[in-house]
Nanobody, 116 residues
């Protein structure tokens, strides 16, 4: 069992940046991937980004070129650097990890609000 704890959300103006962190309760070496999903009010959960254990990354179309995912296995933490934020990026961001995407482990979510 792995617990995931997100942090770094908040309120930012359009065009600004935020960095989210997701820290696991134990070693992440056994996790095939760590990634991020988001859910806006009244909408379904949307794939944002994932990084696999071999370093390969995949991004959702709406965030390509603006968001960057990284992972530090020593710190048991995944990061999501979000640049050029837009109001439509407003959502609760969830860390996800496991074997296949989406994985079986979810964080509690962190709120990101982008004002226009």
């Amino acid at each position: 069992q792995v617990e995931l704890v997100e942090s770094g959300g908040g309120l930012v103006q359009a065009g600004g940046s935020l960095r989210l962190s997701c820290t696991a309760s134990r070693s992440t070496l056994s996790l095939n991937f760590m990634g991020w999903f988001r859910q806006a009010p009244g909408k379904g959960r949307e794939f944002v980004a994932v990084m696999f254990s071999d370093g390969m990354t995949t991004y959702g179309d709406s965030v390509k070129g603006r968001f960057t995912i990284s992972r530090d296995n020593i710190k048991k933490t995944a990061y999501l650097q979000m640049n050029t934020l837009r109001p439509e990026d407003t959502a609760t961001y969830y860390c996800n990890a496991g074997l296949r995407v989406p994985g079986g482990y979810w964080g509690q979510g962190t709120q990101v609000t982008v004002s226009s």
